[in-house]
Every structure is written in structure tokens, then in C-alpha cells.
């Protein structure tokens, strides 16, 4: 496995009280793998991929329990240095906003060589010449003249594609992308989804793909990881949750995707709100929100339990859930 996450806690310590933001997560993914991590806003997503990267914002935010090992080396064990290498190289994070996370005083060219310039040693005309080049992988049209140019200069999509060269620069093993193209429009979203599952397959990365959005991930997962309340509660192949989710909350999420042959019909939503993280609900964190939910669930946790395999469910009752 490329990259193990056993069994992370984080919490965030607040004036208000301790937001237990993930609460045992476990999940990994292999060398030419890409995972998708799905659930609703707050349900430690990006903060199990911020403890990853290691750019967690500590404090508030503290890592409670658990390991990571990527590449078979624990990442929670290694000195700020050596930790600061890996997360140059060797992993790469893409954000929704490239617009806050480019530079905007330096030219795009300046800041994808400066990547060849400090970790590669590279005089700043050869740099120049990668990042050329890079801009060309990710398919940013006349790359030559427009190297010269700003962040502001460029679309949303354009922007996006230079966050993903810049991710792809130093060949890392893993990427890990956060909502890459929720703020763009939807068809350049899915040109961007293609553009990067295909430096995906090429460059056989491991790829973490973080979204809300259950309609995508269907074309380039393979895998799926459901998180709700700080805890994956599903996880399965793609094709395994689609043909029949095995908890009933990855069924509420799929049949909230609107379908084109379902055109004018309302969409079922999950009734309620997601769980105050300072005070996550006894049981199944998902029972007040349940349709299936019974005395049991308020009161014992379920455990995230073997389906089958390749595939576990945290919910007491996945099988009758799985047989609809
Ligand atoms: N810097 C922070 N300070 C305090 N609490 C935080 C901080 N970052 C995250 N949290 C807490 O962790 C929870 C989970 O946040 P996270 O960003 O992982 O959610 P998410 O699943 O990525 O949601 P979204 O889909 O909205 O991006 C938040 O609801 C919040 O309670
Ligand atoms: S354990 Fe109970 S409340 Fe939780 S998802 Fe399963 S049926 Fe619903
Ligand atoms: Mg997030």
C-alpha cells in the first residue's frame, strides 16, 4: 500500500469546546489507485487529508491518536524536516482556489520553475524550459508565451490546470485533490476530471480525490470512502456502492444525484443537518437522521464491518440496507 491511514483521530480545541473532527479514520490507497472520498461539508474530508499532508492547522487543530504510514514509514514520527521533503516530492496537494494558492506577483512560469530551481537544482533557463513544458502536459494552449504571464491572466480552468502541473512537477507518488474543480463551471469541470485521471493513469500515481460530488467519481475512482461525523462508514469498489450502497447513508447520497431520465422530479434529499462535532450524537452518529434507524442505534456504535473482501460498512443493519 502506498499510502495506510490507521485509525486518525484529530480535534480541533475551540473556546466553544473540543470538535472532534475525525474520529478514527481508516483508509489507503495503492500506486496507480485513485480513491474517492465522499460526504457532506464538515465530515473530515479535507482535515484527514490536511493530516496527511501534514499542513494541519495545529493548534487549534491536534493529531489524537492514530498512524500514517506512507510508504511504510509512519509520517506522525518523522522530524519536521524530513516530513517537509516528503511533502515536497514525494506528495502533492491540489485546492478548489488556485487563484489564493498561486502567487499573484510571479509570472506562472516563474512559479513552476522555481519548483525545478529548489528541489532539482536546475539553472533558472532550464526551469524555464520544464516549465514550458509542464504547461504543455496539462494542455494550456501557446505555453510558450503565456509561461510569461500571471495567475490573473488565466481562466478558472486555466488556473486549475497550472495547480495541477505545479502538483505533477516533481513526479510525486501521491496527489491528493480537494474539491479540484468545484468552483468552475460544469463542463470545464469535467475537462479538468479528465485531464487529471488520465496524468493519473500515465504517471500511475495514487490519487486521493476528495468531493461532494457523487456524479463524478463514478468515471474515475475505483475505489470509494464515505465519511460521515469524522468516520468513514462505507467502503467499497465504485462499482460495488453504485450496483447497491451498503449503509444508508451512502444510499441517501446517491439518490440525491440528479439524473437526466428524472428530469422535473424533485430531488430526494437526507433530511436534516449534519452533527455539531462538539457534541457528536451516541450510537450511530447517523441515527437522527436514519430512516432505518432503531433502539440499537442509539445506543451502540457500529463498528466498520467486513461486507465482504474488498468492502465494509459501519452499520448494524448493511444487510438489509444492501438488499434495498
Ligand atoms: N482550522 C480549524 N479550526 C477549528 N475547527 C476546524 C478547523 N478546520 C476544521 N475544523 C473542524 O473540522 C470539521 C471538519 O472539517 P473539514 O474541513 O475536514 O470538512 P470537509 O469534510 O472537508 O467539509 P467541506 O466539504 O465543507 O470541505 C469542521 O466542521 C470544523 O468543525
Ligand atoms: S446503524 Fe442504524 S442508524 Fe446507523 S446507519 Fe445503520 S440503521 Fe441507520
Ligand atoms: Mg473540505
Known sequence: MLLEVRDLYVEFRTRDGVAKAVN?????VDAGET???LGESGSGK???AQAVMGILDVPPGRIAGGEILFQGRDLLKLREEERRK??????AMIFQDALSSLNPVLTVGDQLGEMFVVHRGMSRKDARAKAVELMDRVRIPAAKERVKQYPHQFSGGMRQRIMIAMALA???SLIIADEPTTALDVTVQAQVMELLAELQREYAMGLILITHDLGVVADVADRIAVMYAGRIVESAPVHDIYKAPAHPYTRGLLDSIPRLDQKGQELYAIKGLPPNLMDIPQGCAFHPRCPMARDVCRTDVPPLGEVDEVRGSACHFWRECLNG
Open 24 to 28: 478514527g479514520v481508516s483508509y489507503g
Open 35 to 37: 480513491l474517492a472520498v
Open 46 to 48: 479535507s482535515v484527514t
Open 86 to 91: 516528503v511533502r515536497g516530492a514525494e506528495m
Open 170 to 172: 516533481l513526479e510525486p
